[in-house]
């Protein structure tokens, strides 16, 4: 039989089994369209078990699966009035088994690998194993836990996002806690490092500040640093940016400090860095530099990839799983034929009009095949245009996204061609590193090169998505430059998108100038 795992946190995901193949992933958040679902969070307690019924009846629709095996679960508990409700067990199984979080965080990354053995960090925001785990898979069927270091570098770090301006301020800290951080590693290349504020920024995030007693801690701080924290007048200027330059190297200096000791301990092994601080592209790129060993950061270091690890620590796969992109397809794909009616300007996808289309400085939305499986759009749920128009960043801002004006956009290459353009060597499929931009390519790629010279870089091949590779090749032999920007196909708020009716509402609202709709284009 076929076998389940559910995920109820935030970044809730549902994931299905079937001899040793996973077919779906299905993360909550694009299945409702709500950012960082959580399964118990975020609806209205009465329509939980409708939602898990509804999408257990999807994957019998999909795939004629309709019971299970095992059920792997975590974080699937709530309360409702006074009775304690446990998720799980809406799902139809023969066994419910529940697991660990970084354990499953472990599993995802090393499983999405083919190293024989590897050093795993593990480091968020906590669950029920602990804050920062390090591991040794010393095989491809043992993964040891090594140690419980203690430490939560996720809380300190999104901490300042209350009290910076540039960034939108969020109804509350639990909200603020999943979007903060990435907002943070935007601002930050603006500032830089106060050697002054470095060792009490360290002792900060020593300090294990959490929602019980961070105000204090952070009044501490403020006064070994001349700030004071305060919602009602939030930083902003060079003392904003200078604090999350100097937050963002106090986290990798204690981050560092933390894992010496491991990575001496095992040397000449591969890392791997997993959970939700291993979105810290700034860190992982660091690492990936100083470090004489490989560095793997999968698509779903998050705890949206927690789902897939529950699974993936039973099957132990003997080679890596793509999960690139194996999240849900477009919802209302039966609706593509009266879309195309309705508009008098479709017609069938030809990639050299599109290329002309994006050349003459216009930008498109694309939503072809199945979702990623992560929080990065890599070509079927993204919006793509031109990154040598000096103005596509801000128009992408303001008039398309919606988001804050410093926040930096992402290019996509070829493989072959990453070292043409970028200070880098090797894979970046996922956008989890963000190298220099070559001096001689940053006026020239000018919407994708952030303020101090770097992009967040996405390598592609032909295998692993040919109709994207083959419009980077014929966007090179366009211009004679194989990049382009690509960046998630949503709105400020709002998760990547999963239906046809999502893109066009985006379409039809925004400065969104065509849409690519599986093999088909519509535009404006």
Not at 247 to 260: G, H, N, Y
Request: glycine share 8%; net charge negative; with cysteine.
């Amino acid at each position: 039989m076929a076998n389940i795992s559910f995920y109820g946190s935030h970044n809730s995901t549902v994931v299905v089994e079937d001899n040793s193949k996973i077919l779906c992933v299905i993360e909550v958040e694009r299945f409702l369209n709500v950012k960082n679902a959580g399964y118990a969070q975020y609806l209205v307690s009465h329509t939980r078990p409708f939602l898990l019924k509804e999408i257990c009846n999807w994957i019998e629709k999909k795939y004629g699966i309709s019971e299970y095996e095992n059920c792997y679960y975590l974080n699937t508990d709530t309360i409702e009035g006074s009775k304690k409700v446990h998720y799980e067990k809406l799902i139809p199984a023969k066994n419910y088994e529940q697991l660990l979080h970084h354990a499953s965080h472990a599993a995802c990354g090393f499983y999405q690998t083919d190293y024989q053995e590897a050093l795993i960090v593990s480091y968020d925001g906590g669950g029920n194993d602990g804050f920062f785990n390090v591991y040794h898979a010393s095989d491809r069927n043992t993964i040891n836990e090594i140690v419980r270091l203690g430490i939560d570098m996720g809380f300190p770090y999104m901490s300042f996002g209350d009290y910076l301006k540039d960034i939108k301020l969020e109804p509350a800290l639990n909200i603020g806690n999943l979007v903060y951080s990435g907002k943070i590693m935007g601002l930050c290349s603006y500032g830089e490092l106060r050697e002054d504020w470095l060792e009490p920024m360290k002792e900060y995030y020593l300090s294990k500040p959490d929602g019980n007693n961070y105000l204090e801690l952070l009044k501490t701080l403020g006064e070994k640093i001349g700030l004071v924290f305060d919602k009602s007048n939030r930083l902003e200027g060079k003392d904003a940016w200078d604090l999350a330059k100097t937050s963002q190297i106090a986290f990798e200096e204690v981050t560092l400090e933390l894992i010496r000791p491991y990575l001496e301990q095992y040397p000449n092994i591969p890392l791997i860095m997993v959970g939700g601080c291993g979105l810290n592209i700034l860190f992982n790129t660091r690492l990936k530099q100083e470090l004489d060993r490989p560095v793997f950061v999968p698509p779903n270091p998050n705890d949206c990839g927690i789902a897939s690890g529950l699974l993936l620590s039973k099957l132990k796969p003997t080679q890596a799983i793509d999960l690139t992109y194996a999240g849900i397809p477009i919802l209302d794909i039966d609706n593509l034929w009266s879309v195309l009616e309705s508009h008098w300007t479709s017609q069938p996808l030809d990639d050299d009009k599109l290329i002309d289309f994006i050349v003459s400085g216009k930008i498109v939305g694309v939503v072809r095949g199945n979702s990623e499986h992560g929080p990065r759009a890599l070509g079927n749920r993204s919006i793509i245009c031109d990154p040598t128009k000096s103005n596509m960043k801000d128009t992408l801002n303001n008039k398309v996204k919606h988001r804050e004006w410093y926040r930096p956009f992402a290019p996509v290459v070829r493989l072959q061609d990453v070292s043409k353009y970028f200070e880098f060597e090797g894979e970046s499929r996922w956008m989890g590193f963000c190298p220099k931009v070559r001096e001689e390519w940053r006026e020239t790629l000018i919407s994708i090169t952030h303020v101090d010279g770097t992009a967040r870089v996405q390598t592609v091949t032909e295998e692993q998505n040919p109709w994207l590779y083959n419009l980077l090749t014929k966007m090179e032999e366009k211009t004679g430059v194989g990049v382009l920007l690509n960046t998630s196909f949503n709105v400020d708020g709002k998760p990547i998108l999963s239906t046809l009716r999502d893109a066009l509402e985006v379409y039809h609202k925004t400065e969104l100038d065509g849409l690519v709709l599986q093999d088909y284009f519509i535009n404006k």
